[in-house]
């Protein structure tokens, strides 16, 4: 389970089977859930973004409809380190 902070990016989805949008979380009501704000192809911004929004952590399924969030796969896959999945420096032979 990944615990979301304010500040971190996640993909923002309308439905299940829409492309995902970037999304900054701007608040966390627990593990689950959050306001974002929401940015466009373009990279504008929704003018109203929904809030309350649905997080789906790594070892849940997809909301079946509705629109929610999700962590970026390179989140969800690091086992140690940094966000990025990188050990701390010293830690790793070049």
Do not use: H
């Not at 999304?23 to 704000?37: E, H």
């Amino acid at each position: 389970m990944i615990k979301p902070t304010v500040g971190r990016v996640v993909y923002f989805y309308k439905s299940f089977d829409a492309d995902p949008l970037p999304a900054i979380i701007t608040a966390a009501w627990g593990v689950d859930c959050i306001n974002a704000a929401i940015f466009d192809q373009n990279g504008r911004p929704f003018q109203d973004p929904p809030t309350s929004i649905k997080l789906v952590q790594p070892e849940s399924e997809r909301p079946a409809q509705g629109f929610f969030c999700e962590w970026m796969p390179y989140q969800t896959k690091k086992s140690f380190g940094s966000e990025s999945g990188e050990k701390a420096a010293g830690e790793q032979t070049i």
